[in-house]
C-alpha cells in the first residue's frame, strides 16, 4: 500500500512540473505612481474620503498643480485603458508654447507603452464633487478618486419673493457659484437695502447640507414704497477675475421688492367677487327664464300633440264604424243574392222537372230523366 501511495505522488508531482514548465509566465501586476506638481498628495485616492484635492482650472489653463499625474508600470508593449467621471484625462498639462484649458481632456483614454513599460497621463476637474479615475492593465483594474475645490467667486445671485405687503419681512438667499457653478462655501457677504430694513448687514455663506454655498438676508418691508436690496461681497473677499473664455464675473446681485398694498388688492378683489356674483346671478335668472319658456313652449307642444292624438283615435273609431256596418251591409247583401240564387235554381229545376214530366208521358221511349 505504502509503495501504491508513493507511485501515486509521484505521477502528481510529475503532472504538476509538467504544467509549471507548460505554463507561460504570469503577467507583471500594473502598479500606479501619483504625484501633484511633482509632490506625492496627501491623500491617496484609493477611497472616496480620501479622495485627492485638486484646485478646478479657474485661470482657465490646466497647470501642473491643477492635475493628478499618473504613472502606470506595466508590461512592455501593452496598453493601459483609463475611464473617469467627473475628471477629464490628458496627456500633458499647460506650457507656454502648448496651452491646455479647462475644455480640454477626454473621459476615457488608451495608452500604448510602445517598447516601454509606463504610461503616463493627467486627470483634472472642474467640479467639486467626487470623480473616479478606472485604470485597467491586463485584467489588473484600480480606482482613484479625486475631488476640485471651488475657485473664486465668479458669481453672485439672489432668489426671492419679488412682492411682500408693507411691514412683513422676506427672507432672501445669496448664493455665490465659481465659474464652474460650485458653490463656494465661507464668503463673506454684504447687504444694503433702501426703503426697508434688513436683520443683518454681514453673513457668510455655509458649509452644511442646508446652506452650502449660501447665505440668507431678512428683508421688512417699510409702510409704503418698493424696497431695492443689494448684495455684494465683503472686502476681504478675492474675486474671479475676468479671464479670457469664461463668463464675466457678476459680482453684485439685487432684488426689487414691490410694496403690496393689501387693502387697495381686498377692495379690488372684493369688487371682482361682487362683480362675479351678480354677472352668476343674472346667468342664473337667464337660464331660469330659459328653462321656463322651453317648459311652456313643450307644454303647449304637448296638449297640441295629445289633441291630435285623441281626434285620430276618434277619426279611428268612426272609420272602424263604418267599416263595420259596409262589412254587415255587404254580408247581408250576399246572403240575400245566395237566397235569391237559391230560389231562383229550385224554381228552374221545377219548371224543367214539369216539362220533362210532360215529355215523358207523351214520349215514353226518348224520357229525359229529372233533375233533382
Given at each position: 500500500m505504502?509503495?501504491?501511495?508513493?507511485?501515486?505522488?509521484?505521477?502528481?508531482?510529475?503532472?504538476?512540473?509538467?504544467?509549471?514548465?507548460?505554463?507561460?509566465?504570469?503577467?507583471?501586476?500594473?502598479?500606479?505612481?501619483i504625484t501633484v506638481n511633482g509632490s506625492a498628495p496627501t491623500n491617496n485616492g484609493l477611497s472616496t474620503t480620501a479622495a485627492v484635492a485638486l484646485p478646478v482650472p479657474s485661470d482657465n489653463s490646466v497647470d501642473a498643480t491643477d492635475a493628478l499625474k499618473f504613472v502606470a508600470t506595466v508590461d512592455t508593449g501593452t496598453a493601459v485603458t483609463v475611464s473617469a467621471t467627473n475628471a477629464?484625462?490628458?496627456?500633458?498639462?499647460?506650457?507656454?508654447?502648448?496651452?491646455?484649458?479647462?475644455?480640454?481632456?477626454?473621459?476615457?483614454?488608451?495608452?500604448?507603452?510602445?517598447?516601454?513599460?509606463?504610461?503616463?497621463?493627467?486627470?483634472?476637474?472642474?467640479?467639486?464633487?467626487?470623480?473616479?479615475?478606472?485604470?485597467?492593465?491586463?485584467?489588473?483594474?484600480?480606482?482613484?478618486?479625486?475631488?476640485?475645490?471651488?475657485?473664486?467667486?465668479?458669481?453672485?445671485?439672489?432668489?426671492?419673493?419679488?412682492?411682500?405687503?408693507?411691514?412683513?419681512?422676506?427672507?432672501?438667499?445669496?448664493?455665490?457659484?465659481?465659474?464652474?457653478?460650485?458653490?463656494?462655501?465661507?464668503?463673506?457677504?454684504?447687504?444694503?437695502?433702501?426703503?426697508?430694513?434688513?436683520?443683518?448687514?454681514?453673513?457668510t455663506t455655509g458649509s452644511g447640507l442646508t446652506n452650502f454655498g449660501t447665505a440668507d438676508f431678512k428683508v421688512t418691508m417699510a409702510a409704503s414704497g418698493n424696497a431695492v436690496a443689494i448684495f455684494g461681497l465683503g472686502a476681504s473677499v478675492t474675486a474671479q477675475s475676468a479671464i479670457a473664455g469664461f463668463a464675466t464675473p457678476v459680482l453684485?446681485?439685487?432684488?426689487?421688492?414691490?410694496?403690496?398694498?393689501?387693502?387697495?388688492?381686498?377692495?379690488?378683489?372684493?369688487?371682482?367677487?361682487?362683480?362675479?356674483?351678480?354677472?352668476?346671478?343674472?346667468?342664473?335668472?337667464?337660464?331660469?327664464?330659459?328653462?321656463?319658456?322651453?317648459k311652456l313652449l313643450a307644454d303647449a307642444e304637448l296638449i297640441k300633440v295629445k289633441a291630435e292624438l285623441a281626434?285620430?283615435?276618434?277619426?279611428?273609431?268612426?272609420?272602424?264604424?263604418?267599416?263595420?256596418?259596409?262589412?254587415?251591409?255587404?254580408?247581408a247583401e250576399l246572403a240575400k243574392v245566395k237566397a235569391d240564387n237559391a230560389a231562383a235554381l229550385v224554381a228552374m229545376k221545377k219548371s224543367f222537372n214539369d216539362l220533362a214530366k210532360k215529355w215523358n208521358a207523351k214520349n215514353p221511349k226518348a224520357k229525359v230523366k229529372l233533375v233533382k
Open positions: 505504502n509503495s501504491f501511495k508513493k507511485i501515486a505522488l509521484g505521477v502528481v508531482a510529475a503532472l504538476s512540473l509538467s504544467t509549471i514548465v507548460a505554463t507561460p509566465a504570469s503577467a507583471a501586476p500594473m502598479t500606479v505612481a477629464s484625462i490628458i496627456l500633458a498639462t499647460a506650457t507656454s508654447a502648448a496651452p491646455v484649458t479647462a475644455s480640454a481632456g477626454s473621459a476615457s483614454a488608451t495608452i500604448a507603452t510602445g517598447t516601454g513599460t509606463t504610461a503616463t497621463f493627467f486627470v483634472f476637474t472642474k467640479t467639486i464633487a467626487v470623480g473616479t479615475v478606472v485604470i485597467t492593465n491586463q485584467g489588473t483594474t484600480t480606482t482613484y478618486y479625486v475631488q476640485g475645490t471651488a475657485g473664486n467667486v465668479n458669481t453672485v445671485s439672489v432668489a426671492g419673493d419679488d412682492t411682500a405687503a408693507s411691514g412683513t419681512q422676506k427672507t432672501y438667499t445669496v448664493t455665490t457659484t465659481d465659474v464652474f457653478g460650485n458653490k463656494v462655501t465661507g464668503v463673506a457677504l454684504n447687504a444694503t437695502v433702501s426703503n426697508g430694513t434688513l436683520d443683518t448687514v454681514t453673513a453684485t446681485a439685487s432684488k426689487v421688492v414691490a410694496n403690496r398694498d393689501l387693502a387697495t388688492e381686498l377692495a379690488s378683489m372684493t369688487a371682482a367677487r361682487d362683480a362675479a356674483n351678480a354677472a352668476l346671478a343674472a346667468e342664473k335668472a337667464a337660464s331660469a327664464k330659459a328653462l321656463a319658456d322651453a281626434k285620430a283615435n276618434a277619426d279611428s273609431v268612426t272609420a272602424k264604424v263604418a267599416a263595420d256596418k259596409a262589412i254587415a251591409d255587404a254580408t
